[in-house]
């Protein structure tokens, strides 16, 4: 069975921090990953997609990598800002058309 | 990219009740997909609607609970029948335009049942 794990649930940090989040998914033989902000009462905002030959993918401050040996990615967010407080999810598709989803980081970053 | 209306935004519903909520996209798409969040928890696949066919359920979701319409390459509506108060969940449609590897979500339909 798939999994997707986030690490940590929630974390809250001064503006300005970087900051790195982390998600660990069960099988290598992933197709792509995607990350996603959740904002309260709102749906999903696709941040970085990363196909499973690719080792990162950059986004302003934003910056996801992927390691299908270990079965990890990370979301690095440089200089963060208020702004940035939301719900981080990681997706993750294996096969097919369907996404497994983390748990999510809440993240909350104090002016 | 693709923009994703869902009707209603929230409900507040009776238990033994049924909902439908409907799933628009400016474009069209081959497949939309319908997943439940319940609270606290992270986002479940219920089922992908193909336009002219029956939906596909994934595991733990029947097409007596939660059915699906498609009635063409733009609209889905899924109905939440029966209601419990454990179907309070917050309910979201998702499209992958053109077979893009980008998923779009939809805003969400938050349904809490008394």
């Known amino acids: 069975k798939q999994e997707v794990t986030q690490i940590p649930a929630a974390l809250s940090v001064p503006e300005g921090e970087n900051l790195v989040l982390n998600c660990s998914f069960t099988?290598?033989?992933?197709?792509?990953l995607q990350w996603f902000r959740q904002d309260p009462g709102k749906g999903l905002t696709s941040l970085l997609l990363?196909?499973?030959?690719?080792r990162e993918q950059t986004s302003g401050r934003l910056n996801a990598s992927l390691d299908k040996s270990s079965g990890r990615s990370t979301l690095y967010i440089a200089a963060s800002q208020p702004g940035d407080s939301a719900t981080y999810l990681c997706?993750?598709?294996?096969?097919?058309?369907?996404?497994?989803f983390g748990t999510g980081t809440s993240l909350t970053v104090i002016p | 990219s693709a923009v994703i209306s869902q009707k209603p935004s929230r409900d507040i519903c009776q238990r033994g009740t049924s909902l439908t909520i409907q799933c628009q996209v400016d474009?069209?798409?081959?497949?939309m997909f319908w997943y439940r969040q319940q609270p606290g928890q992270s986002l479940t696949l219920i089922a992908t609607?193909?336009?002219?066919?029956?939906?596909?359920?994934e595991s733990g979701f029947v097409i007596d609970k939660f059915p699906i319409s498609r009635p063409n390459l733009t609209f889905s509506t899924l109905t939440v029948s029966n209601m419990s108060p454990e179907d309070s969940s917050i309910y979201l449609c998702?499209?992958?335009?053109?077979?893009?590897?980008?998923?779009?979500f939809g805003p969400g339909t938050r349904l809490t049942v008394l």
């Open positions: 998702s499209v992958n335009p053109g077979g893009a590897d980008t998923q779009y």
């Open positions: 609607a193909n336009q002219g066919s029956e939906a596909t359920y």
């Open positions: 099988d290598s033989a992933i197709y792509n």
């Open positions: 997706a993750v598709r294996f096969t097919g058309n369907q996404f497994y």
């Open positions: 474009s069209q798409v081959t497949m």
């Open positions: 990363i196909q499973s030959s690719q």
